[in-house]
């Protein structure tokens, strides 16, 4: 009778997890970072490295609602590799919710990391202000121990909006000086043939009091090889920038390059030109970028994703 219960029991497992998905997806790059800044680490020339895993599982409901969640397992050069806090969703008809360590609709607004180039994927022309996103790794700090955020997606024909709601630690009320409760944000993006408009907004961004951010995006897609756009960031406080950025693709090599124009400082200007040459499933790619502050920072190696 033991050996029948078992034998119905684990049938009954298999058959139900028949209906789920799991799957593991990620990324890896490695290569040599440079840096002729005068705070940049004793070596100006150094190896990086970084290992991502996401682990997704998910499974559809006979009403047609999908019900997942994504966890993450990354390691970043010499530091001990982690897990991130969970994310869960639900998803059904265009609409999507995520609890937990959710994404953020600031972050998620489409075009705002388009001016990024290299095998590090970065660009001055990047926001330059503090919010949330979806956590690699694992939370830290006093007041961001229980961070809990909600984000919600609707798109249809072209169209995505985006809100969310991160709260710091839920399971406390105490607050460092200048901490809002909450971070909330919201993005909207369209596309309609050749061009694509993007904005978003973010108030209290990472739970600091008063840091307001704002990002406006446009870009045009002059064909299947090239392509141009143009960000504005409101980084919180006085700092904005305005970047100009473009990409060319000639015999399976892609040339990107930007120009951002900033208030710190004064008037100042930063720029960066990459190229990136499919591998076949890996990606061989460099840059040289110069900053706000007329540093020049480098990078060269190879970024894969599997």
């Known amino acids: 009778m033991k050996k029948i219960l078992l034998s119905t029991t684990m049938l009954a497992l298999f058959a139900g997890a028949a209906s789920a998905e799991v799957t593991l997806s990620g ?77 953020t609709a600031f972050d998620s607004v489409a075009l705002m990391y388009n001016p990024e180039i290299g095998f590090t994927e970065s660009s001055a022309g990047d926001p330059q202000g503090s919010y949330y996103s979806f956590s690699s790794g694992a939370y830290n700090g006093a007041f961001d121990d229980d961070r809990t955020g909600i984000y919600a997606a609707y798109s249809i024909n072209g169209f995505n909006v985006k809100a969310s709601y991160v709260q710091p630690n839920q399971g406390s009320s105490a607050k460092a000086p200048g901490e809002a409760d909450a971070e909330t944000s919201i993005a909207v993006d369209y596309t309609t043939g050749q061009f694509t408009v993007a904005a978003a907004y973010a108030a209290n961004g990472k739970g600091i009091e008063g840091n307001d951010l704002t990002f406006v995006g446009v870009a045009y897609k002059i064909n299947d090889v090239a392509n141009v756009g143009l960000n504005y960031n409101d980084n919180g406080g006085d700092w904005k920038t305005t970047t100009i950025y473009g990409n060319y693709t000639m015999n399976g090599i892609t040339f990107g390059g930007y120009v951002t124009d900033s208030n710190f400082d004064g008037d100042d200007t930063a720029y960066g030109l990459g190229a990136a040459y499919d591998l076949g499933g890996a990606t061989l790619a460099g840059a040289i970028h110069s900053d706000f502050a007329g540093d020049t920072w480098a990078d060269l190696g190879v970024r894969m994703s599997f």
């Open 27 to 103: 990324s890896g790059r490695f290569g040599l970072l440079f840096s002729d800044s005068a705070v940049s680490p004793v070596s100006k020339t150094r190896l990086h490295t970084r290992l991502r895993i996401n682990v997704d599982a998910k499974f559809e409901a006979d009403n047609g609602v999908t019900y997942g969640g994504r966890i993450r397992f990354q390691g970043v050069d010499g530091d001990a590799a982690a897990f991130s806090p969970a994310m869960l969703y639900v998803e059904a008809s265009g609409v999507r919710i995520e609890v937990g360590n959710a994404n």
